[in-house]
């Protein structure tokens, strides 16, 4: 999650992640946005390595589709209009399957740590928060060494 293949490569990943990642800290913090952006990068890359293991790859973006998920759970609890968040899941998701050297299951794993993270990080309660969240991260450790 930390290397990519090119700079603009990288520059889409800081863009989207200074985007979203910020409303995300906002909301958990820095101590928790910092576990959740490794449970999704991490996840993802279980992901990648369980279901297309043979195909390298790179970049921030399954942590990327995590977050993504997580915005639309901080602008629900916000009561904010959820329209422009899941518009800009889709687009991802669409884009994921129509544009070439993607990794779609580094996208789709992210997305799904973001969905096991949301019912978890909203919760009132502090220890289902980060139980939660280091339970999911050592799981998606536990995926990655087993391969």
């Known amino acids: 999650m930390f290397l990519h293949i090119d700079a603009g490569h990288l520059a889409i990943n800081c863009i989207m992640l200074a985007l979203i990642g910020r409303e995300i800290e906002r909301h958990l913090g820095t101590a928790l946005y ?20 043979d195909t390298p790859t790179a970049g921030a973006s399954g942590v990327v589709f995590a977050l ?3 915005l639309v ?9 959820l329209r422009a968040p899941l518009a800009l899941i889709a687009v991802n998701v669409a884009y994921t399957f129509l544009a070439a050297n993607v990794s779609l299951w ?17 919760q009132p309660r502090r220890e289902v ?4 969240v280091l339970v999911l991260l ?10």
Request: positive net charge; aromatic residues 8%; glycine residues 20%.
């Open 34 to 53: 910092a576990a959740v952006f490794l449970t999704g990068g991490i996840g993802a890359s279980a992901a990648v390595l369980w279901l297309d293991y």
């Open 68 to 70: 993504m998920v997580l």
């Open 73 to 81: 759970g901080v602008n629900r609890l916000r009561g904010g209009d």
């Open 106 to 122: 580094g996208h789709l794993g992210g997305l799904l740590c973001g969905l096991l993270m949301m019912m978890l990080v909203f």
């Open 129 to 132: 928060r980060w139980g939660g």
């Open 138 to 147: 050592a799981i998606a450790c536990a995926l990655v060494v087993a391969v």
